[in-house]
C-alpha cells in the first residue's frame, strides 16, 4: 500500500518569502501523486497533480512541484509567499488501485 | 447540483446513539470516498468505493462504523452507539474512479458526540 510523509506539521514564512512543503511518498507501483489545499472553513480543492507527464507540475496560484523518483519526493514550493496562502495544505498518492491516501497536512502561516 | 453535497453539515449527538451522515456525488462519479478529519489530525481514509466493485473497508476503525452506496450513486455512513472520540468532521469525496482522477470534496459533516 502506498503512504505519504509531510514533513511539518507547521511552517511559517513571511510575505513574500519561498515557500516550501516537503512530502515523501512510500509506493510499489508508480505512483500518481496529489498536493490538495483547505483554506480556512472551506472545503478541500486541488492544486496540482502529477501523473507522469512531466516531472515539474505547476498548479493554481504560482504553485508547482518536482517528483523527484530517486528521492521519493514530491515537495511543493512557491517562489513568493502572499497572505493568501495562508491555509492546509495536504499531499496524497494514489495507486493503481485509486485507493488515494493523503498525509497528515502542513499548516502554512504567511506573517505580514 | 455541480458538486459533492453533503448532509447534515452539522450534528450533535448523546454519546450512544446512532447517527446516519449522507453523501451525494457528482452525478457520473464512479468512485466515492469517506474520511475523517479531526482537529490536529490529517485525513483519515475510511471507506472507498468503487463501482459495483466490493468497497474497500480497510479504513473503518472499528465494527461501530459501516458504509454503503445505493446504485451506485448516493451513500450513507453510519456510526453506531457513538463514542465521544468519534467527534470529528467526516468528508466525502467522488472522482471519475481512475487513479490518476482528481476527487472533488463535499464540504463537510461536523459530528459532534456529547
Known amino acids: 500500500a502506498q503512504s505519504v510523509t509531510q514533513l511539518g506539521s507547521h511552517v511559517s514564512v513571511s510575505e513574500g518569502a519561498l515557500v516550501l512543503l516537503r512530502c515523501n511518498y512510500s509506493?510499489?507501483?508508480?505512483?500518481?501523486l496529489f498536493w490538495y489545499v483547505q483554506y480556512p472553513n472551506q472545503g478541500l480543492q486541488l492544486l496540482l497533480k502529477?501523473?507522469?507527464?512531466?516531472?515539474l507540475v505547476k498548479g493554481i496560484n504560482g504553485f508547482e512541484a518536482e517528483f523527484k523518483k530517486s528521492e521519493t519526493s514530491f515537495h511543493l514550493t512557491k517562489p513568493s509567499a502572499h497572505m493568501s496562502d495562508a491555509a492546509e495544505y495536504f499531499c496524497?498518492?494514489?495507486?493503481?488501485?485509486?485507493?488515494?491516501?493523503f498525509g497528515a497536512g502542513t499548516r502554512l502561516t504567511v506573517k505580514p | 447540483g455541480a458538486g459533492v453535497s453533503q448532509s447534515p453539515s452539522n450534528k450533535v449527538t448523546e454519546k450512544g446513539k446512532d447517527v446516519e451522515l449522507r453523501c451525494d456525488p457528482i452525478?457520473?462519479?464512479?468512485?466515492l470516498y469517506w474520511y475523517r478529519q479531526s482537529l490536529g489530525q490529517g485525513l483519515e481514509f475510511l471507506i472507498y468505493?468503487?463501482?459495483?466493485?466490493?468497497?474497500?473497508k480497510s479504513g473503518l476503525p472499528s465494527d461501530r462504523f459501516s458504509a454503503e452506496r445505493t446504485g451506485g450513486s448516493v451513500s450513507t455512513l453510519t456510526i453506531q452507539r457513538t463514542q465521544q472520540e468519534d467527534s470529528a468532521v467526516y468528508l466525502c469525496?467522488?472522482?471519475?474512479?481512475?487513479?490518476?482522477?482528481?476527487?472533488?470534496f463535499g464540504p463537510g459533516t461536523r459530528l459532534t458526540v456529547l
Open positions: 469525496a467522488s472522482s471519475w474512479g481512475l487513479a490518476y482522477n482528481e476527487q472533488f
Open positions: 509506493s510499489s507501483v508508480p505512483p500518481y
Open positions: 502529477y501523473t507522469s507527464a512531466a516531472t
Open positions: 496524497a498518492v494514489s495507486g493503481k488501485n485509486n485507493d488515494m491516501r
Open positions: 452525478s457520473g462519479h464512479t468512485a
Open positions: 468505493f468503487q463501482g459495483n466493485s466490493a468497497p474497500d
